[in-house]
């Protein structure tokens, strides 16, 4: 009886050395990975067909007008502050777009840091946690978003036109992220297994914060 005692507590202490280990390793790369990332969210009033035709309208407007200032950023902190310069210009083209369509909601933009889920834009998948993000929120900003990455600027490469599109997107990354964060969020492999593995690192993350 004690040794399957003694067995059973080392079973725990070894699964909580492991939670422990693994936590702090996906912390640490999701921390690393974040710091080298602006992502870009524009979230819809509500989940109505209306309202998320209307997000796609305003995204469709604010990159339209923001891709060519961000185009040839060189380094996190020029976007930044191209994106700061541009703020109060790109808030009311999101409010034209919003009034041209026959609504009366508010806009509100700013560039923040927001927690994020595990998400998945192209081939990339990014692991949950907090990031530096320029947001657009409509009106009581309650339905789905869009996202992507605006530094680098892949928010400005087409990821539904093929293998071309792919290998811009793989290359902006690569000059972005070491070799390891590169390996560990692109999905192109095996999409099911980062996603997968990702969603196993948030759960560690939770038991361990005690969410």
């Given at each position: 009886m004690k040794k399957v005692l003694a067995i059973m507590i080392s079973l725990i202490v070894?699964?909580?050395?492991?939670?422990?280990?693994?936590?702090?390793?996906?912390?640490?790369?999701?921390?690393?990975i974040a710091n080298k990332l602006i992502r870009f969210h524009v979230i819809a009033n509500s989940d109505s067909t209306e309202d998320q035709a209307l997000k796609l309208k305003v995204r469709d407007n604010v990159l339209k007008y923001i891709s060519p200032k961000l185009k040839n950023s060189k380094s996190i902190d020029e976007s930044r502050e191209i994106i700061k310069e541009n703020n109060d210009v790109i808030n009311k083209i999101a409010e034209k777009t919003v009034e041209e369509n026959g609504y009366t909601y508010t806009v509100k933009s700013k560039l923040s840091h927001e927690n994020f889920p595990v998400k998945t834009y192209g081939n990339i998948t990014l692991p949950q946690?907090?990031?530096?993000?320029?947001?657009?929120?409509?009106?009581?900003?309650?339905?789905?978003?869009?996202?992507?990455?605006?530094?680098?600027?892949?928010?400005?490469?087409?990821?539904?036109?093929?293998?071309?599109?792919?290998?811009?997107?793989?290359?902006?990354?690569?000059?972005?992220?070491?070799?390891?964060?590169?390996?560990?969020?692109?999905?192109?492999?095996?999409?099911?297994?980062?996603?997968?593995?990702?969603?196993?690192?948030?759960?560690?993350?939770?038991?361990y914060e005690g969410k």
């Open positions: 070894l699964t909580g050395s492991v939670l422990v280990v693994s936590y702090i390793k996906a912390d640490a790369s999701q921390k690393s946690g907090n990031y530096e993000a320029y947001r657009i929120i409509i009106g009581n900003g309650q339905g789905h978003n869009w996202w992507c990455v605006m530094f680098p600027p892949l928010c400005f490469t087409d990821i539904t036109k093929g293998d071309v599109e792919v290998k811009k997107t793989d290359d902006m990354m690569k000059k972005t992220l070491s070799e390891e964060e590169y390996e560990l969020v692109n999905d192109d492999i095996d999409k099911n297994k980062v996603v997968f593995k990702f969603k196993i690192a948030e759960k560690i993350k939770e038991v």
